[in-house]
């Protein structure tokens, strides 16, 4: 079993570590099996979703949470 940590950056996407597998609702797998770390849109603009492709520094996306906040 891999040990995966999704990290919620900072105004920008999830950074998925550690090999996890990234499936369509219709269980196809996107082809990421390469990348060590994969980012998926948090803010909902990017063009190549689920990937982040840099468009939340553009649109300002701006959310900053932490595990402590309720
Ligand atoms: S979080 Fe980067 S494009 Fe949406």
Redesign the pocket.
Known sequence: MPDVTITVKDN??YLVHGGASILDADGNEFDVKDQKTIAL??????GTQPF?????RQIG?ESEVRASEE
């Open positions: 920008g996407p849109c948090r803010c909902g603009s990017s982040c492709n840099g468009t939340h996306f």
